[in-house]
């Protein structure tokens, strides 16, 4: 049974959240659209968080991370189409007036607001835009949607997941409530250990990936219970990363790389993104040819050992290069293959019993055609 089978249907509002969204004008000066999203905890959150490993790191990035070490949070204040990235000393007393804008808002400390940015990098943020449209924001329970979409850039559609989960001991059963947002489509190479995906290779200025809970549930779990909650949380990125894979810039196909036999786990991580990332692999998968040795060769170049007289490629259900040697096969049956959703392309590399996976997107020239006008 997996999670999404033992989940139950939504059973009402998140408990002790409230939430919003606003128009700014962030980019442009015209609020035609949301830009502008508050999350709400009427309680203190435990929290916690993993940030980019970019060297060039946004200025929300270092305010969250300053403001997590301090303690609990309250809320989070986003906005979109403004990264507040390489922008000096300035953009830190921005993101620092991001959130005592939300913190006055709420009636709590500055400290206790987390601050995340997306958008255009090494523009100066609007701050006194994004501080009124903070103020004009009514929170509610039911406003994920809105703030999903706040999120937003070249998004086309929000993201968002939301499941109740049954978390209490034998006889004594107690509901767990997740709810979890994100937002990406482009400059998606997340390198913080939290999802293996990739769809153009860029790790971002802004990656940032937060949980927070308040224990409004009254829910207090331990040893099992603990170790299920831990299970959903890693479910619930999990589909949140496959949202973001399915709708990455120019994206018409999905594949997972999945690798054994190699000399450690971090081994084969290591192939698993090579793979993933490799820009002859993505531009064959969107032209759905079955030229297999560019996976093997991905592999080869990643870093990990591989033995080439005991590797083997399967590209869905069919080897293509067993033990060291090609093997005959349909290429029209390939073809199908890449062309069905779902598609999977195992690679043992023939060393020893590492393992590992990851999920990458082809490259089309719909991509090419939303970065080269990015800014203009």
């Given at each position: 049974?997996?999670?999404?089978?033992?989940?139950?249907?939504?059973?009402?509002?998140?408990?002790?959240?409230?939430?919003?969204?606003?128009a700014a004008g962030v980019r442009d000066g015209k609020p035609s659209r949301l830009d502008v999203a508050l999350i709400v905890s009427e309680l203190p959150c435990a929290a916690a968080g993993v940030f980019t490993t970019n060297q060039v790191i946004a200025a929300p990035c270092i305010v969250t991370r300053r403001h997590l070490e301090r303690g609990p949070l309250r809320a989070i204040v986003v906005n979109s189409g403004n990264a507040n990235a390489c922008t000096g000393e300035q953009g830190e007393r921005d993101a620092i007036a991001m959130a005592e804008a939300a913190a006055d808002k709420i009636?709590?400390?500055?400290h206790e607001v987390a601050v995340a940015s997306t958008g255009v990098i090494g523009v100066p943020l609007p701050v006194e835009r994004?501080?009124?449209a903070i103020r004009s924001i009514d929170l509610r329970k039911d406003a994920w949607d809105d703030v999903a979409r706040a999120m937003m850039t070249t998004d086309t559609r929000p993201k968002s997941v939301r499941r109740d989960y049954p978390l209490g001991t034998l006889g004594s059963p107690?509901?767990?409530h997740f709810r979890g947002v994100a937002k990406g489509a482009g400059m998606i190479h997340p390198n913080m250990a939290t999802m293996w995906i990739s769809v153009d290779g860029d790790t971002s200025t802004n990656d940032m990936v937060l949980v927070l809970t308040n224990g409004a549930s009254g829910f207090k779990p331990v040893r099992k219970?603990?170790?299920?909650?831990?299970?959903?949380?890693?479910?619930?990125?999990?589909?949140?990363?496959?949202?973001?894979l399915a709708d990455g810039e120019g994206v018409t196909r999905v594949f997972k790389v999945l690798i054994r036999g190699a000399a450690s786990d971090v081994e084969a991580m290591l192939a698993a993104r090579t793979i993933t990332t490799s820009t002859l692999v993505k531009t064959a998968i969107h032209g759905a040819?079955?030229?297999?040795?560019?996976?093997?060769?991905?592999?080869?170049?990643?870093?990990?050992?591989?033995?080439?007289?005991r590797a083997t490629v399967r590209i869905g259900d069919v080897n293509v290069f067993e033990s060291g040697a090609p093997r005959s096969f349909d290429r029209e049956r390939i073809r199908e293959?890449?062309?069905s959703p779902g598609l999977r392309i195992a690679v043992d590399l023939g060393?020893?019993?590492?393992?590992?996976?990851?999920?990458?997107?082809?490259l089309s020239e719909e991509y090419v055609r939303i970065n080269a006008d990015y800014t203009t």
């Open positions: 049974m997996t999670f999404e089978d033992w989940a139950l249907k939504p059973t009402g509002d998140l408990v002790g959240y409230s939430v919003g969204a606003a009636g709590c400390d500055p994004i501080a009124s107690e509901t767990v219970p603990l170790a299920m909650c831990a299970a959903v949380l890693g479910w619930l990125c999990e589909d949140l990363a496959q949202q973001i040819d079955p030229n297999w040795g560019r996976i093997l060769a991905a592999a080869g170049r990643s870093g990990a050992k591989v033995d080439q007289t293959i890449f062309s060393v020893a019993k590492g393992k590992g996976e990851a999920w990458g997107t082809d």
